[in-house]
């Protein structure tokens, strides 16, 4: 396919990254949401975080090995139609009631946006002019911002009533009681989900009857015959490009969900806001991570994208600082400006490691996506700190502020490719 013939493919490319983005971002308005329906404290219910990050390090590899052996469309395919059975799971889940149940749910979910994560990025790099890659990468990724604002701005409006009883404090004439509030809780998690799901379903019916152009990596071209080759390659992880995007990769997302995960806790606990007021406060974090791919997007035809790395890192260790110094209300405005100078980060983080990897692309790129297990601690960690220190909260945020020191250290040397 010619590369003046792209422009489809992209755009059905660029939607996979507008729909994991609402699955993901949904997650601080399910640990907010869990916290009442299940009883948890917010280092508990941050597990929620650890049953959907953890799919991104069990299945990578896999996922690269299917996909090398078949094609980039057929694992999209695959992957739309995994995580939209997951989110229907949300029906029998609200009869059990069961902690364990969301978290499994959450898992399948996360496995089926895997697929979707392991293809799109490298697919998008692939797809055109090398040197642009990372400008092209971040455009993509400004839909994935677009996706995260309706999550946190409607979709959480949708969850979140506003209330938050406890046993004690549960009004005496309140319908049905206790049972009655917890299933009419459990029953608001039930609509983003079943829109998500039959959203997937006809974006997954659309790729069937969709001609992608397969993609030549180095002298391979996808879903060839490959049986004297590898389906994953180990050996690519000597290239201290790809080691330290990794390495960069891992502290950028643990740090990212850090904040992201603990953002309506903190505005609801700790800032002493209502859930509607906290809601809002959310979808203006995610118009600052939009606004600043768009913007990044843009910066990047003038400069480099690794000086954006990091100089936008070290704006985030100072303003991590603020938080860590401050917290309340000021630390509340400096994770809107954090969420704005975080923007440009996964992406060209993931276009500079994969750069000059060839027919080892896919392997890197598998690596890169389970990179994201740093999701899966890093958040926990910032929590359980957050729990242990209840009038000095603000100090966990000191976790988030050395996670940005790595992207910065990417940002000045680690991207160089030396070997």
């Known amino acids: 396919m010619k590369k003046n013939n792209y422009l489809l493919p992209l755009a059905l490319v660029f939607s996979l990254f507008f729909l994991w983005a609402i699955s993901s971002n949904l997650l601080p308005t399910m640990i907010r949401q869990l916290m009442k329906t299940c009883e948890l404290n917010a280092f508990e219910a941050s597990f929620t975080e650890t049953a959907y990050w953890l799919a991104y390090f069990i299945f990578p590899i896999p996922i690269a090995m299917f996909m090398k052996r078949y094609s980039y469309k057929s694992g ?38 895997c697929f979707l994560e392991t293809a799109a990025n490298p697919y998008v790099t692939a797809l055109g002019d090398q040197e642009t890659a990372p400008r092209r990468l971040n455009l993509a990724q400004s839909f994935n911002g677009l996706g995260a604002f309706i999550s946190a701005m409607f979709l959480s409006k949708l969850v979140l009533s506003g209330n938050h ?34 959203l997937l379903v006809v974006i997954a019916i659309v790729f069937v009857f969709s001609k992608l152009p397969k993609i030549k990596e180095g002298d391979t071209v996808e879903g060839t015959n490959e049986k004297e080759g590898k389906l994953i390659n180990f050996s690519v992880l000597k290239r201290s490009h790809l080691r330290w995007g990794v390495i960069a990769q891992f502290f950028y997302n643990g740090g990212q ?129 957050m729990q242990l220190n209840q009038n000095i909260y603000y100090i966990a945020y000191i976790i988030p502020m050395i996670c940005f020191l790595f992207c910065a250290y990417y940002g000045w040397k680690g991207y160089k490719i030396v070997d």
């Open 76 to 113: 999209i395919i695959f992957g739309l139609l995994l995580a939209a059975c997951g989110g229907f799971l949300f029906f029998p889940a609200a009869i059990l009631k069961e902690y364990w149940a969301y978290l499994c749910i959450f898992f399948v979910i996360a496995t089926g946006m």
């Open 257 to 385: 969900t850090a904040i992201n995960s603990l953002f309506l806790v903190y505005c609801c606990t700790y800032a002493g806001f209502e859930e509607n007021t906290a809601t809002t406060f959310f979808g203006l974090y995610m118009l600052a991570f939009l606004s600043g791919r768009w913007i990044g997007t843009l910066l990047m035809i003038k400069f480099r994208p690794q000086d954006m790395l990091l100089v936008y890192a070290l704006v985030n260790v100072a303003l991590c600082g603020v938080i860590v110094c401050c917290g309340g209300t000021v630390g509340l405005y400096a994770m809107l400006a954090v969420s704005f100078f975080m923007s440009i980060m996964y992406p060209t983080q993931f276009s500079l490691a994969l750069k000059g990897l060839g027919s080892n692309t896919k392997s890197g790129s598998a690596f890169l996506v389970m990179a994201i297990v740093g999701n899966a601690c890093l958040p926990q960690l910032t929590a359980y700190i």
């Open 165 to 198: 009883y406890t046993r004690d404090t549960l009004p005496a004439d309140f319908s049905g009681g206790w049972e009655g509030y917890i299933q009419m809780e459990t029953d608001s998690m039930k609509l983003p989900y079943l829109i998500l799901g039959l």
